[in-house]
């Protein structure tokens, strides 16, 4: 009995080493390979992504208005944001003085005038007194010397006449001189427009050059903005664009009137001037708007 339980015992050991030197585990985890995903074919033809650019709005007419003289600011006619026309009165300068001097010169210029027909019409009489004596002389009725003396009173006369008429000259220059000051002191719009800033008030003293108004017009509006060199050649005159401002969710066109021949090597970039197509309610100049340029083929 012993030796039947003794060969039970080894036979079990001899199973559990067999088992475990079969070099691998009882229970064997497999993992799955993967499946190889079929490739999907990438499009040739590319993607049309717009760019967006920043670009001011902006005007061509769009001045500092200054003083052309000194003086003091007689009155203001306009304030700021007073829609204006070409020519209107924004402001007077003093005249006072030159319109005193103005009206002096006036009658001076009348004066000297009146005096030169006065020589005109003494010149006529020196010429007939002249051919009058020189028939009495050639009759023997008259001395040479009373000949001589009506020439050289002809030639006197004839100076004199020469001397008003440049006299006269220039007293209408002096004239125009002081018509073109008088002018100067009536500030005009140069161009129709908005009054956007209004420098001076009325009683202040000016200097020539100072500036008194800031007027801008208000169409025909424009863009200008800069575009990277991978855009030359696409970007062509006439090519309508799409503008958006932060202000408004209003979508306004533009169209391409200027491309530069030119690129920067510093910035890698060319320039592009677009003007903006009405309807532009709600957009003023100096404002940023953003431009949507597509890459055009």
Known sequence: MKRAGALAIISSSLLFVAGCSSG????????????????TPIADARTEVPMEVSAPIVVENQVDVVAQRDGVMANINVEAGTAVHKGQLLAMIDDRQLTAERDAAAAKVKAIAADGKNWEAAQKMAEIDLARDEDLYKANLLTAKQLDHSRTKLVGTKYEVER???NLVNAEATLR???????KTKIVAPFAGLVARRYVRAGQHVAN?????????TEPMVLRFNVPETYA?????????????????????????????????????????????????GLIPGMTATVILKDAK
């Open 24 to 39: 691998k585990p009882a229970t064997q985890v497999v993992s799955a390979a993967a499946p190889v995903a079929a490739s």
């Open 164 to 166: 008003e008429k440049e």
């Open 177 to 183: 001189a002081l018509e073109l000051e008088l002018d």
């Open 209 to 217: 050059n100072e500036k008194l108004f800031w007027v801008t017009a």
């Open 233 to 281: 050649n696409k970007v062509k005159v006439g090519q309508e664009l799409t503008v958006t401002t932060s202000a408004s969710s209003t979508r306004y066109r533009a169209t391409v009137t200027m491309v530069s021949p030119v690129i920067d090597p510093g910035s890698g970039t060319f320039d592009v001037q677009a003007k903006l197509l009405a309807p532009t309610d």
